[in-house]
């Protein structure tokens, strides 16, 4: 009881500290968000690219790079405005949050205005209208025709978009399936979890032409079926907005819309070649950081681990005490929460405009330090007393007992724990793609949404996963296997 008294206060201490020192700088209500970007001499702009044709990635003689309508219309602003442009390619449910932290600037990445965004965001003058299409199974094509058969049946959208809230206002007692990603809500109504799914017209289209197997429901029809696309912007920015609204007009006036509609349909086509040779540096990309990140994330939390072992194995009560909050407190709470603390809270506490990559890299070794910590305890607890007492009877201090005599021997014990842990570390490092961190998962994400096929870089990237950590494995068997012989 007492163990957790404690951990609840360090935790109120944590957030109330938040609450005081949160920096004003990056509320936009302080500062026309344009000043910050004009001082930058950047503009980072926020979406989610598995949206073709808004926005997607794509390989251009062997190197990845973004296209589609909205990548179009951000160069287009950042041209106009004389800025240098960085794309953020981020989930698009953690976009809002981005935006409010100060991670981003601006968000065009097919986003409709809504009564709960504006609450949060301003938005531009719309710059395109969409229709809003239901699609299904072609084999299903004679049991659903219109909306009324969906009523009770498993519907697919992508999570907080206005699809989503079709869906639930307009299909009668619809189950509504709200994924992250739209590849992902394709794949769930190619394998038969949901009946069907509303999406955006253009985007249906693009799936539709590589995936043969769907179609569209023709006869449904939506309330809201019309859907303004506009980009949002931190509150109360009016110079920005005004930027904004400025290249929109031109885009609308020059009618370049058709121009950057066939820019993305050309690119949609350009790859060629086998599926390796398209998409295989993506996958690459992806396992060099992934192997960078869980070797960050282990070494150094192995050292911080090592260092909340001695504090919790210390005769100071305070120590103890820090340590054990330190460590309940991060085994306590998700992995995915602490990914996201780390990387809005060095922005909206710290002020730090850190990159995904490094933030993803703290949260990993912070996550591992606790667990390790954990283990090289353990594997000090089981060394023999008599160990620690022959070595002080010799006159060596505890610093020297503890480096000479004890930690040589835990080190044995905890090898295969270690092990284990790095394993771990390599699948966990998964979740770090939320924030867009370019590792497996992430570029298996993005394959989905650039060749249209929502199963096999899934695949691929379980096979990938596996080569990582079985190699791995046998090289901790290797090692232990050497440790052994001094038996």
């Keep these: 009881m007492k163990q957790i008294l404690k951990v609840i206060t360090v ?11 949160i920096n004003p700088e990056v509320n936009a209500s302080e500062k026309d968000q344009w000043h910050k970007i004009k001082e930058r001499g950047e503009l980072r702009v926020g979406l989610s690219a598995d949206y073709a044709p808004y926005e997607f990635e794509h390989n251009v003689n062997g190197k990845s790079k973004y296209a589609g309508i909205d990548i179009d219309i951000a ?6 405005n004389h800025l240098k442009l960085k794309i953020v390619n981020m989930q698009f449910d953690s976009l809002l949050g981005a935006i409010q932290t100060g991670k981003i600037d601006i968000i065009i990445s097919g986003m409709t205005p809504t009564p709960e965004r504006l609450k949060e965001v301003d938005f531009s003058k719309p710059y395109m209208t969409v229709d ?7 084999s299903e094509a004679d049991r659903f025709k219109t909306i009324e ?25 619809a189950q509504i399936q709200s994924l992250t990603r739209v590849p992902e809500v394709i794949m769930s109504l190619k394998s038969g979890k949901v009946n069907g799914m509303v999406i955006e017209g253009p985007v249906a289209e ?93 070494v150094l939390g ?27 407190f991060l085994r306590g709470t998700p992995l995915l929460v602490q990914v996201f603390l780390v990387y809005f809270g060095t922005t909206a506490v710290l002020g730090l405009d850190i990159s995904a990559l490094i933030c993803g890299m703290i949260a990993l070794v912070i996550n591992c330090s606790a667990y390790i910590a954990e283990i090289i305890r353990a594997g000090i607890n089981a060394v ?20 000479s005599v004890i930690l040589p ?70 090692f232990e296997g050497r440790l052994k012989v001094s038996d």
């Design 302 to 328: 192995a050292v911080f681990g090592a260092f909340i072992a001695l504090l919790k194995l210390s005769k100071v009560k305070i120590l103890r005490w820090i340590a054990s909050a330190y460590i309940e």
């Design 409 to 478: 021997q835990a080190v044995k014990n905890i090898l295969p724990a270690l092990g284990n842990e790095f394993v771990t570390v390599i699948k966990e490092s998964s979740i770090v793609s939320v924030i867009g961190v370019s590792e497996i998962m992430f570029n298996a994400q993005v394959v989905q949404g650039a060749s249209f096929d929502p199963f096999t870089p899934l695949i691929v990237a379980a096979i990938l996963y596996f080569i990582l950590t079985f190699t791995l494995s046998r090289v901790m068997y290797f």
């Design 384 to 403: 023999d007393k008599g160990q620690t007492e022959a070595a002080r009877s010799l006159g060596l201090t505890y610093g020297q007992t503890m480096k």
């Design 149 to 173: 058969d969906f009523a009770n049946k498993k519907i697919g959208v992508q999570k907080q978009t206005q699809q989503e809230k079709i869906a639930q206002t307009e299909i009668d007692n």
């Design 11 to 21: 935790f109120s201490f944590l957030i109330s500290t938040l609450i005081i020192y």
């Design 75 to 80: 160069k287009k602003i950042a041209k106009d």
């Design 206 to 298: 693009a799936y539709l032409k590589q995936n043969k197997d769907l179609t569209f429901a023709n006869d449904v029809k939506f309330n809201e079926g019309k859907k303004e696309t506009a980009i949002a912007l931190p509150k109360n920015s009016p110079m920005l907005m005004d930027k904004l609204n400025t290249s929109i007009k031109d885009v609308k006036n020059k009618n370049l819309l058709e121009d950057y509609k066939a820019s993305a349909a050309d690119a949609m086509q350009k790859d060629d070649g086998n599926f390796f040779t398209k998409y295989g540096s993506f996958f690459l990309k992806g396992i060099k950081n992934t192997i960078l990140i869980s070797i960050v994330g282990v």
């Design 132 to 138: 809003q299409k239901m699609i299904i199974k072609k």
